[in-house]
């Protein structure tokens, strides 16, 4: 006998378009209406409670509930397990069954993204979490040449971290970035390169670098290493002549309105190198998820959004996709023994296949050891006070496998996750991004 209902889901996930401009997006009531629909389905399932803290906390609240159900939650305890959630993603992607075309319609991490844009509206933010995500003011004042040492040292001392713990709410345990004034940004105009371009399938062999927040100010050394990658592979490289954060950061707050206004400078000017003829890429996996879905699915009807997902790639994917037709300089000089290599979440819900390890497999004598499991980080989770226990706990089985490999490297496509796990090593031992391991390869 046939039946139209199914357990589970057998079809390709689908995403609906964010609904954020209509005024029962922020409707609280009508929120908690879904949020109670949502976390009974999570409740009867519990597939999802090793991902992150958001399913151990829901889990908890019912469990310990007058009625062992949803029901017997109270509602402002919701907001507990909107606060644990990061928007990684892995739960959609990775573990739920009932997502779209699924009829119970179930998406988990958009649901926390309207309750976070609720919360935002309400006011219900900390001035911490507004200054962790505004990442171009920060950048641009902790990138001055002077208050850059300051605040270099500042981070690396025990008595200043447990200041900035009690006044700021920032974890005194909390690996925290440095700050360089000599921006990737600058330091690509030395690398800016002309070369014969070729075309290889559907790359045009000439790449625009976003340059992202945390490459440009914290690790310009790895955009470095990304431009004589490309460069060694004949590829054209160039950067936008203006750029923005890419808006995932205040995504995370919840601050929609701020998302739109770095929209509102980025797209014009990708689109604008798309039709000169560019594809786009960028190091950081969450801005390039940001401008391949989720401001694509906040402005679907916008031709030059759409326009800017197509011609975006990951690095190692665009790669890939140019040794698929030879491409790809397969010269290697160096082997990489055995690489730990951390597979980064908002790469991973890409759906572009494991293109780093694909890479990087290449390479004669390389053996690597792919973690896919959250590393807990998110930007800015990790770093906070009452979130940074949960994130240690999150990613300690990362750091484990890390620990068993006794590899020569380990790194991750997230330079942030990659200092996190470095965080629960405590060996000394530094991460590598898999494009800086690619260049010494080369040896170039």
Aim: charged content about 25%; proline content about 5%; glycine content about 6%.
């Amino acid at each position: 006998m046939s039946s139209t209902y199914r357990e589970g889901n057998l079809d390709a996930p689908t995403r609906h378009p964010l609904d954020w401009k209509n005024e029962d997006f922020y409707n609280e009531e009508s929120l908690m209406h879904e949020m109670e629909r949502v976390f009974d389905i999570c409740h009867g399932c519990r597939r999802c409670v090793s991902l992150c803290q958001s399913f151990p906390t829901l889990f908890d609240l019912v469990d310990e509930s007058s009625t062992l159900e949803v029901d017997g939650v109270a509602k402002k305890d919701y907001w507990q397990v909107v606060d644990h959630c990061y928007l990684c993603d892995l739960c959609y992607m990775t573990k739920c069954p009932y997502v779209p075309p699924h009829e119970w319609n179930l998406d988990f991490p958009h649901l926390m993204l309207r309750a976070k844009a609720v919360k935002y509206k309400k006011g219900d933010v900390m001035t911490r979490d507004k200054i962790l995500t505004s990442t171009d003011t920060v950048g641009n004042i902790a990138g001055i040449p002077v208050v850059a040492s300051v605040v270099n040292a500042v981070n690396k001392w025990q008595p200043t971290r447990k200041i900035l713990e009690a006044t700021l709410g920032v974890h005194a345990d909390a690996k925290l970035p440095e700050y360089h004034s000599n921006t990737l940004r600058k330091r690509a105009k030395k690398w800016q390169n002309k070369v014969t371009v070729e075309a290889a399938g559907e790359t045009t062999g000439k790449v625009v670098l976003f340059t992202t927040c945390y490459m440009n100010r914290n690790e310009p050394v790895i955009g470095e290493d990304f431009f004589a990658v490309f460069s060694h592979n004949g590829i054209e490289v160039t950067t936008p002549s203006v750029e923005r954060c890419c808006g995932m950061p205040k995504l995370e707050l919840g601050d929609l309105e701020s998302v739109q206004k770095a929209k509102e400078v980025n797209i014009p000017e990708l689109a604008r190198l798309v039709d000169a003829g560019y594809d786009l890429t960028a190091l950081i996996p969450s801005c390039v998820l940001m401008f391949k879905q989720e401001l694509p699915l906040m402005y679907p009807d916008e031709p030059d959004v759409q326009k800017v997902k197509n011609a975006f790639y990951d690095p190692f994917e665009y790669l890939m996709l140019r040794h698929k037709h030879g491409k790809l300089n397969t010269d290697f000089k160096t082997t990489l023994g055995k690489v730990s290599y951390h597979a980064a979440c908002h790469q991973r819900v890409q759906n572009i296949g494991p293109k780093t390890k694909e890479i990087l497999s290449l390479i004669s004598g390389t053996e690597v050891d792919t973690i896919e499991r959250c590393s807990g980080h998110d930007g800015t989770y990790a770093v906070k006070k009452e979130f940074h226990e949960a994130s240690m706990k999150i990613v300690k089985p990362v750091v484990k496998r890390v620990k068993d490999a006794e590899a020569d490297h380990f790194g991750s496509d997230c330079a942030m996750a990659a200092h996190h796990i470095e965080n629960g090593l405590k060996s000394g031992k530094q991460p590598e991004h898999p494009i800086s391991l690619l260049r010494k390869a080369y040896g170039i």
